[in-house]
């Protein structure tokens, strides 16, 4: 069966410092792999999401960027964090049926 | 652009008794609609889907229901229990690769 996992859980780092998210899948090859952010309380915003490997599309302009360095691996990041950075970072992959399935997440807190 | 709207934003109701969410969405060709439910500090996660060559479909206490014609589905809970509490969150396909979210229904279950 297939597992996504993201690390780290959480995340408290001071404005300005760099940023690092990994979402890797198992189990699938060739998944669509997303990014997703969700400030408390609120909905779910489409950052970023790729196709294939190398292929990245960004859905919000923004101090942040996505790589898929690996067929089943997504790394979420920024060169200097802003305040309004801070939520809940979510990857999410699809096997191109529509349906996506979501990893548990990175609470980020930006100081 | 295309949107989806989540009514309502907040629904309490007697445990036992049956809950009703509702979303409208916008682009026509739309045809795949799901259902997350997301519990506090988790991701997402799939509980119900309906493409858009079906009118109903039932899960157990869950059931979808979509009117394409009116472009809006719903998702019913019957005989509520105190673990259905959780934010839903509606979507609606707007291309092979992106959904698009409503903006979720926090779903109180009163003991």
């Known amino acids: 069966s297939q597992t996504i996992h993201q690390w780290p859980a959480t995340l408290v780092q001071p404005v300005g410092s760099p940023l690092s998210l990994e979402c890797t899948v198992e189990?699938?090859?060739?998944?669509?792999l997303y990014w997703y952010r969700q400030a408390a309380g609120r909905g779910l915003q489409l950052l970023f999401y790729?196709?294939?490997?190398?292929?990245i599309s960004s859905e919000v302009p923004q101090n942040l960027s996505a790589s898929r360095p690996q067929d089943r691996q997504f790394i979420l990041s920024s060169k200097k964090l802003l305040l309004s950075d801070s939520g809940f970072y979510l990857c999410?992959?699809?096997?191109?049926?529509?349906?996506?399935?979501f990893g548990p997440g990175t609470r980020l807190t930006v100081t | 652009g295309e949107n989806v709207e989540q009514h309502p934003s907040t629904l309490s109701v007697q445990e036992g008794d049956s809950a009703v969410i509702k979303c409208t969405y916008s682009?026509?060709?739309?045809?795949?609609f799901p259902w997350y439910k997301q519990e506090l500090g988790k991701g997402p996660q799939l509980i119900i889907d309906?493409?858009?060559n079906v009118g109903e479909k039932k899960d157990q206490r869950i059931a979808v229901t979509l009117n394409k014609t009116a472009k809006h589905f719903s998702l019913h809970i019957t005989e509520t229990q105190p673990e259905d509490s959780a934010v839903y969150f509606c979507?609606?396909?707007?291309?092979?690769?992106?959904?698009?979210w409503g903006a979720g229904t926090k779903l109180i279950i009163k003991p």
């Open positions: 979507a609606a396909s707007i291309s092979n690769y992106q959904l698009i």
């Open positions: 790729s196709v294939g490997i190398g292929q």
């Open positions: 189990g699938t090859s060739n998944p669509n």
């Open positions: 999410a992959w699809s096997g191109g049926a529509h349906e996506q399935y």
């Open positions: 682009d026509s060709a739309s045809n795949y």
């Open positions: 309906i493409r858009s």
